[in-house]
């Protein structure tokens, strides 16, 4: 289904209505689009006399598996969602102030011990940036 030919997908002032090509219709009074600040499903016009709309802000994420070898101060039975924590950066200033000015969050989850009996643990983590204007690089 292409909902940007034809008329796939309407908007009226009651909401929304996405037509299938076997005649089926969906009807919602709200559409959450996630598409991203490329989207093609909304339109960022601005009214007269009012101010220019901002720039589109990003989230970005990365992650990594890796080994822990020794101890962590992540639970080996847990997963850690959205650990804000800074207190690890209290000695170095210039990452505290890029802290602050750029929050992020990580997740950490265990994976069990190393498969070669060193005694490493396996984890994943995965570090978000909540919001950047430009995005994070």
Not at 48 to 55: G, I, N, Q, S, V
Not at 66 to 92: E, I, P, Q
Not at 104 to 119: C, E, K, R, V
Request: a negative charge; proline letters at 7%.
């Amino acid at each position: 289904l292409n909902i940007f030919s034809g008329d796939a997908l309407r908007h009226d002032a009651g909401g929304s209505t996405l037509r299938f090509p076997s005649g089926r219709q969906l009807r919602a009074k709200v559409v959450v689009d996630t598409t991203g600040s490329e989207s093609r499903l909304t339109l960022r016009s601005v009214g007269m006399h009012e101010p220019p709309a901002p720039a589109p802000a990003y989230q970005t994420a990365y992650g990594f598996e890796c080994l822990v070898d020794g101890s962590t101060h992540y639970a080996l039975d847990a997963m850690t969602l959205f650990d804000f924590r800074t207190d690890y950066l209290d000695s170095d200033s210039g990452w505290q102030e890029s802290a602050i000015k750029c929050p992020t969050f990580m997740y950490a989850m265990p994976l069990g011990p190393a498969a070669d009996g060193s005694g490493a643990q396996r984890f994943f983590f995965e570090e978000t940036m909540l919001v950047a204007r430009p995005a994070f690089r």
